[in-house]
């Protein structure tokens, strides 16, 4: 298979699907919920992302040549393998939904006195629809080109905050105990797995020196700064965190003493837009090669504008509205999300050897 | 057409331009439709809400743009806003406010009423600062309007700056909210009022300095001593009828449960200020002082930093709170009945042990009679209760269970002070 996406693509891709969606609503969903102690759960769960990342690498070493969907294949069989990248493709659509929704309410907050949906809709739907039509590598230096502007973003927002930061708020820690709040933050399961869209680069990602320990120290420093960003987002904002649903640029325009550095909310809105719309980008990708390789190459376009228009529709079904699509989403699709973002590499794991032993049968048939 | 036909990606964007461009047309430009607020006066009058917008217009301009007064009343404050954007015929932005000026019977009821609409609007306003005013807010808001920059930049300047660091911290929206669900539930607000002065002559302010060049047309600030007791500074207009000054002595406006609880004397303030890591400037008067190098002299130092930790134990049940200040001083001023020039150089270059017992005992005395004053009061404008409740958790709500005095915490804590006294150049 032709090389296509290079390490730091690859990196980049994964930062901005790690970080992108986490940053904005999240923190004050779950300092509505679990307190202060949130960012304790959040860190937990990224780790639980990056193991399920490593089982993913370790499978990418094995099988560097091979697609995401040939290792199934052979592992399982073709049928299993469908259901798998079909149960993908519904993952990677209910992100592109949340981040279709998301980016809608951002912009409608943040930009816009009031967005009519229409406007919003078919300039992105369109933009994204060729973004999805073209080869990976034109997606990944789309978000190579874009995403340090986003890390750069992100950064500064964690530095302002971290100078204002009080984290004595952050005490006393688990004040209700550690194991209570894990049964309502798995029902925000929707949030996390987005290691996932590796999938997509299985296969197509140029292997350079030291490969694996550049990606995973890179991912665990994100992931760190992530639950850093939730940690000071409490200490910054205290008690009054829930109020702050756009955490990002929030976070600048605290500080009365900063006001002049608060204005730059302005640029942090933008450059968050765009990651969002990156985000979306991605996931569009990773539907729709989720999707191909459930039903084949044959109406690519179909695939791609049906893809779209099931994303529109859902949108649409819930009026764009982002609180009904969170409740949704808790309600019945947190169950679905945990077993795939977990029970997928679990199981690629345990199966693995089968590969290795199907490759031999495979030589013993081919010599006979 | 045939080219259009085949290059989709072109017709597609044609396409969304038709659709788009005359949209676009059609919308007025966004400064004829709204007003930037930078500020907003609300005054309990009667039953109702005086709600005043102080407002710029956006327009092209190379000068400074003129700030102008508009207000209304209603039964909640959104409707009077409401009133007044009908009245302006424009749509008020709130996104460049920075302070929120209401008037003591605006916070004799249920304080949360007055911030809820701000704190669901689109914009972010939880750093929109709020200051007290004794009688008139809107009279504030409309004083203010000759400073030469405005109210949040003349009191940002009396907080923050290095050289006025004395007037108090500043609390905004979001800090009132988190006191609000915090435990001690009690907020200091700064309160600045107005002087009206009928008559005088001289169009600009009566302080040392008149200076010139500012945005208005009106005169600018004059500042004379600021902190310290009694101190003001003020600024007045330019009628000749009747002239408002601002006075900004450094009060405190205590807010608990959503209410005035009462209002602190500038010396009370500055008293409860010891306690506040933020303020990092005071002044402290030690009068009467006699020692081998000054006879019967007032001294008068300068605090120009400090710093305050806290540690909370409890000890046989009984909560204990140590607060441990680090102040950095220099002299200010000596007037001694026997001043000559060894009295300055012996001050200058050396501290005896019993001037800083002196200066130490004053300190204590001060930070003592504020603890009086918010023991007696019942309110914890010094977030000890929370520094319980992080730092001894188990042991507080342990100490709750038994003593069933939540509400009044605060009076059983004993406090402890340490004070450490460096001295500057």
New interface residues.
Partial sequence: MKKLVSQRQLILILIISLVALKVLLLPSLLAKEIGRDAYIYVLIALLFDFFMLLIFLFLFNKNPDLSFYQILEKMFGCMIARIMMFALFLFFLMKCWGAFVTNYSYLN??LY?SLKWY?YC??IL?IVF?IARLKVNALARLVEFFAPIVIIGFLVSLLVGIRKADY??L??IL?NGFFGNFSIFFKYSFWFGDYLIFIVFFGNTKVEKKFNITISTTILIAIVLIALFFATIFSV????SV??T?SI??IL?????T?DI?SF?WVLILVWDMALFLYFAIYILGAFYSFRQTFGKKYDLITTSAILIVVLILAIIVNFDIELSISLAKKYFWIFSLSIEYGIPILLFLFSPMIKRRDKADEIFMEK | MKYLWKNK?LL?ILI?AFW?VP?AISIPEQSRTETIVTGVAIDKVENDYEVTLQYIVPHASTSSQSLNLSSDKGKTIDEAISKVNAKLGK?SGFAHC?VLVFNEKACEENFTKLLDSF?RK?T?T??I?LINTKDSAKDLLGASDNLDSNL?SYL?NNA?SDELKNQGD?K?I?DY??S???PSKTLAVNVVDIEKESGGDSPSGSGDNSGGGGSNSSSNSSQGDNGGSGGSQSNSSQSSEEKKQIKNEGKLLIIKNQKKLLTLSAEDSKNLNLFNQNVKKSNLQIKDFSDENLVNADITFDIYDKSVKTKVYFRNNEPYCDIYLKIHLRTSEVFSNSLDKTDYEVLQQKYTDKLFDEIRREIINRMQSAERNFKDNNYDVINCEEAF???K?GEYKKYLKLNNNKEEFIKYVHFNYYVDIAKGA
């Avoid at chain 1, 904002?237 to 009054?240: K, M, T």
């Avoid at chain 1, 325009?253 to 003493?257: A, I, Y």
């Fill in positions: 907050e943040n006195t406007t078919f300039p369109i060729f004595t708020n005490l006393p004040e904002f205290s008690y009054n109020s702050h756009n640029s929030d325009q605290v500080l009365p003493s006001a608060g909310d | 990606t597609i969304f788009l949209q749509f920075r704190l689109k972010n939880n750093n600062i949040y940002n923050h500043l905004s979001g909210y988190v609000y669900l915090g409740y992080k730092f958790n």
